[in-house]
């Protein structure tokens, strides 16, 4: 099946700070969703790119479907940001079932 | 419409009890998936309904977990004889036709002593 991997496994920021979160997949996607998990264990869907780039407040995403990766970033981070980042692919099959990545846990320090 | 709305939010239960989860999805989709979360890692698919009909079981559901969505509306899902290893966020999502943007409810943490 289709193997979601997700770099760094971990980063700490300063407040203020950039960063880029990256999410190789194995095989061709129709289907990629980036998630933020609160501290509070709440799935809260950011994006849903699988191709090109969008844009929202200070986040973004790309995805680059033919070299099968996909790119978060996030700019000037807030405290509020912290938590576990994940990205989730669809596999070309259409099943319904989403493929998560093992995420990036953000921690901003104020 | 508040979003997916999962009861409870924790649960304990001792060894060998069976315990249910509900889901209530957003109304307007039609689609909704129950997956499960342990420490640490990203959240593993369990099972698929698209209306009443469950489409696809993932082998992580075992014969002692059971999932039902009556007339294709909430959705609950069954553990009978809990094992420790069944501790874990049990979570539920759903969607609309297309697998576009799924939302997901706040989860039930089962723990289980």
């Known amino acids: 099946g289709i193997q979601v991997e997700q770099s760094p496994p971990d980063l700490i920021l300063q407040e203020g700070a950039n960063s880029t979160l990256r999410c190789n997949f194995s095989?061709?996607?129709?289907?990629l969703q980036w998630f933020h998990q609160n501290p509070w264990g709440q799935l809260i869907n950011l994006f849903y790119?699988?191709?090109g780039t969008k844009q929202n407040g200070r986040l973004s995403a790309t995805t680059v479907a033919t070299e099968r990766y996909s790119l978060l970033y996030i700019s000037s981070s807030q405290t509020t940001d912290s938590g576990v980042y994940f990205c989730?692919?669809?596999?070309?099959?259409?099943?319904?079932?989403?493929?998560f990545g093992q995420g990036t846990t953000l921690q901003v320090k104020p | 419409d508040t979003g997916v709305s999962q009861n409870p939010r924790h649960k304990i239960t001792k060894r060998g009890q069976n315990v249910t989860f509900r889901c209530d999805p957003i109304?307007?989709?039609?689609?909704l998936y129950w997956y499960r979360q342990t420490l640490g890692q990203g959240p593993e698919f369990l099972t698929y309904?698209?209306?009443?009909?469950?489409?696809?079981k993932s082998r992580l559901l075992s014969d002692r977990f059971s999932a039902e969505r009556p007339k294709g509306s909430f959705s609950t899902l069954e553990i009978q004889r809990t094992e420790q290893g069944d501790s874990a966020m049990y979570l539920c999502?759903?969607?609309?036709?297309?697998?576009?943007?799924?939302?997901f409810g706040s989860g039930t943490r089962l723990t289980v002593v």
């Open positions: 309904f698209q209306n009443e009909a469950q489409l696809e």
């Open positions: 989730a692919v669809l596999g070309s099959s259409n099943t319904g079932k989403l493929i």
């Open positions: 790119i699988p191709s």
């Open positions: 999502a759903s969607s609309s036709q297309g697998y576009y943007g799924y939302t």
């Open positions: 095989d061709s996607v129709n289907n």
């Open positions: 109304s307007e989709h039609n689609r």
